[in-house]
């Protein structure tokens, strides 16, 4: 049920679910970090943005560009005005979800199964995992000659694998015990019947993609839930998907840039980052330095010093846009009592006095005013003081650039599960937000 607040903003708004559509699309679309990277990129052109070869001097003409490196993408929207006057306006979020993911070496199986192996990737709630209908997605390369090397996205569409739960007749305590998995040992999905064959994956792959076995060099591939997104809930007011955690904030970011109307204020840019789930520490993490030399290199473009970029960097401000936590009705005593959060009710600010979020006052008023020119109602989160807190790539963010940092994200059920769910007026009303925020 809305809030009131929500209620009234959502009156005459008649594009709020038509919104949500579209980013479950985008979701079931971009089962992998690259493939959201691609979806993106393909919206971004559609709206007339040039892809800028990173490798390349950045061109001075183009106002409205993007970049992309594996799992990473950054976009610009610029006017004429230099940087070191108006300042960037950042909107930060990641591309990838905690998931299993394929090793070098897959092959194996026992008591005549054929199975794969999987490693464990980023904070997975596990045990979501299990009895579900999976299959493969990613990137694959492969030999184009002796000294060169070609990706191809990989998506496969039916169900392929399923990692089955043990019979509660071998196990009778674990309802009351607790599941207990062991990444090594039970996670290995079966994916056919009969002995292991050595090189089972890559004949598979071959068929797939006209190859020969041998031109497989590598693959970052993982599993994915074929299930499609969808709307639930008595009026179809909640949604639920994979990899909402974080392809809403993507979806949001990307479509909020597209939104925002023409300005000659501050450049706009997004950077949807890659391995946040795991500590962000990579070329195209947020702890990497992607975002700090894109930037400067868009202030050089245009004629910049140094020290303009600097000054850019001190008249910006950046969101940092991940899921919060809604407040759960089975286990209220784990949330701030003070602190409640709703779906539906629109974007939440996220603070921590021990900077797990990189929220200060400053940024945490500006955001706000964000909100009441976009007409959209604006909740605070705190988590739970005897609960450890996670934390973002905003912190990251605000250390490595020195630029003010606000985490906010669109309230959510079942964080790290294989499906989650979230209110379905939330992505537009995040979105409507972080334009009025791009546009000051």
């Known amino acids: 049920m809305l809030t009131p607040c929500a209620r009234g903003v959502l009156n005459g708004a008649m594009d709020n679910r038509d919104r949500a559509r ?11 970090p690259f493939h959201a990277v691609a979806n993106a990129a393909q919206l971004l052109s559609a709206a007339g943005f ?30 004429e005005r230099p940087a070191a006057e108006v300042g960037f306006r950042v909107l930060g979020a990641h591309t990838d979800s905690p998931n299993l993911r394929i090793k070098a070496k897959p092959n194996t199986g026992a008591a005549g199964f054929r199975q794969l192996g999987v490693e464990v990737y980023g904070g997975v709630l596990l045990n979501s995992w299990l009895d579900r209908d999976l299959s493969l997605s990613g990137r694959v390369v492969l030999r184009a000659s002796d000294r060169q090397a070609r990706t191809r996205l990989y998506k496969h569409e039916r169900a392929l694998l399923r990692i089955p739960q043990l019979a509660i007749h071998l196990d009778r305590e674990v309802n009351t015990r607790g599941l207990v998995l ?29 190859c020969t076995a041998e031109e497989i060099l590598s693959w970052d591939l993982m599993l994915h839930d074929v299930v499609p997104a969808t709307f639930l ?62 930037l400067e ?43 409640w959060i709703h779906v539906n009710a629109g974007p939440v600010i996220k603070l921590n006095t021990n900077m797990r979020y990189a929220t200060d006052a400053e940024g945490e008023a500006l955001f706000q005013l ?26 990251l963010t605000a250390a490595r650039l020195g630029m003010r940092t606000v985490d906010v994200g669109c309230a959510q059920l079942s964080m790290h599960s294989i499906r989650e769910m979230c209110g379905a007026d939330d992505p537009a009303l995040m979105t409507r937000a972080l334009a009025a925020f791009l546009a000051r």
């Open 22 to 32: 579209a980013m479950l699309a985008y979701i079931d679309a971009s089962p992998s």
């Open 233 to 294: 809930g008595l009026e179809g007011e909640l949604v639920c998907a994979p990899r909402l955690d974080n392809l809403c904030s993507a979806w949001c970011a990307v479509q909020a840039l597209l939104d925002a109307p023409a300005s000659d204020g501050p450049i706009r840019v997004v950077c949807l980052f890659d391995h946040e789930e795991v500590g962000s520490t990579s070329t195209r993490g947020a702890q990497g330095p992607l975002l700090e030399y894109a």
């Open 182 to 210: 062991d990444p090594q040992l039970h996670l290995a999905p079966l994916w056919g019947v009969g002995r292991p064959d050595e090189r089972g994956l890559q004949r598979f792959l071959a068929r797939e993609l006209a």
């Open 297 to 339: 290199r868009l202030v050089a473009a245009r004629g910049g010093t140094r020290d303009d970029f600097h000054r850019a960097i001190a008249a910006s401000l950046c969101a940092s846009i991940d899921m919060a936590h809604a407040t759960h009705p089975n286990y209220r005593e784990k949330h701030e009592p003070e602190h």
């Open 50 to 79: 040039v892809e800028v070869d990173e490798k390349r001097a950045f061109p001075a003409d183009v106002q409205r560009g993007w970049i992309a490196r594996g799992g990473a993408l950054l976009a610009w929207s610029s006017g």
């Open 370 to 395: 964000a909100c009441e020119r976009a007409g959209v109602p604006v909740q605070k989160y705190f988590h739970r003081s005897n609960l450890a807190c996670g934390t973002t790539i905003g912190p």
